[in-house]
């Protein structure tokens, strides 16, 4: 008990000093700043200049980046950085420092008609995972992405592109790719939950210091209710992920089980969350350049990234034996 009351305390340290940084950083940091800070390295083992394997911690990361609306390829690049930890050493020292030190970026999505991926800054190599194990493409030109406008994502913008599997290399075995999808979905929904606690933050310091009827807003007992049960939703959805993240960090064999219940979780109800912070702020709510429309956006292009809320139910499902 004493052990995993430390565990605690660390987590907590780290997201506070995450969020310290980030606030210094500004909105036009690149990844090359948070590799100064070893997160690129969060999942690579210590030995080939990493951090070690450290799920709980990345999502953590991942969920502060998310809470500043951070524009880098940091998700992507961490883990293209994990792909190759684990990828045939020629390929691994070519390409695995320039990731660490985050004077390269990459990008990381599913191989499946078409990739989505999210680009910020300008990416050197592209991970692909398909039932066959990870494929690396190497040779990346913008011509090969076209603008994903369907996702309205402002923060960082979403590309889709279609790469032929056969032009890549591959670098990792499906066992391998399964273990990294899994991490990978973990940190799409920590990027939603930091989007969405920092919405409630807003709307709560909104509403407090907006007056109807003589009192302020945020004391009505409707209200309150209202802002009880987003703040109810961010603490259940760190929970489970971070419950998911340690199973994972442990090689339990429920880890796809409860990976894919957190990911169903966190995507099937923070676009609603956002929605509901929106309808509480009012008319400002729903000014298109205010802030929550980013975090609106940018929860919507998260549900969408790796896999769907139906997709993990299917996959818990199958997982669970139903």
Same mark, same amino acid.
């Given at each position: 008990m004493a052990g995993e009351d430390s565990a605690d305390v660390d987590l907590e340290l780290l997201r506070l000093s995450a969020r310290e940084f980030l606030a210094e950083r500004g909105e036009r940091g690149t990844?090359?700043?948070?590799a100064a800070m070893d997160w690129t390295g969060l999942l690579v083992d210590e030995e080939l200049g990493g951090a070690g394997w450290r799920p709980v911690e990345t999502c953590v990361v991942a969920e502060e980046l998310g809470r500043a609306q951070d524009a880098s390829a940091w998700?992507?690049?961490?883990?293209g950085a994990a792909a190759l930890a684990s990828a045939p050493e020629q390929?691994?020292?070519?390409?695995?420092?320039?990731?660490?030190?985050?004077s390269s970026s990459a990008g990381f999505a599913i191989a499946d008609d078409y990739a989505r991926i999210i680009r910020g800054d300008q990416i050197d190599s592209l991970f692909l995972l398909n039932s066959n194990g990870i494929h690396l493409i190497s040779e990346i030109t913008p011509e090969q992405f076209a603008l994903d406008d369907d996702l309205l994502d402002v923060s960082r913008t979403a590309w889709r592109t279609d790469f032929d599997l056969a032009a890549g290399e591959l670098i990792g075995s499906p066992d391998r790719a399964r273990e990294l999808l899994r991490v990978a979905r973990l940190l799409i929904a920590a990027d939603s939950i930091g989007a969405v606690a920092m919405t409630v933050q807003r709307l709560t310091d909104y509403l407090r210091e907006r007056v109807a009827f003589g009192a302020p807003i945020a004391s009505f007992q409707a209200i309150q209710?209202?802002?009880?049960e987003l703040l109810v939703f961010v603490v259940? /959805?760190? !929970? %489970?992920?971070?419950?998911? &993240?340690? /199973?994972? !960090? %442990?090689?339990?064999?429920? &880890?796809t089980a409860l990976t894919a219940a957190a990911h169903a979780f966190v995507a099937a109800k923070s676009t609603a969350a956002v929605d509901e912070c929106m309808q509480l702020s009012g008319g400002i709510g729903f000014t298109w350049e205010y802030p929550l429309h980013y975090e609106l956006r940018r929860v919507f292009t998260n549900s969408h990234l790796m896999g769907t809320a139906r997709s993990s139910r299917a996959l818990l499902a199958t997982e669970s034996g139903w």
């Open positions: 990844v090359k700043d948070l998700c992507g690049t961490t883990l390929v691994r020292e070519r390409l695995l420092p320039g990731l660490l030190a985050g209710h209202r802002l009880v259940k /959805a760190r !929970a %489970v992920v971070m419950r998911a &993240a340690r /199973a994972i !960090a %442990v090689a339990d064999a429920r &880890a």
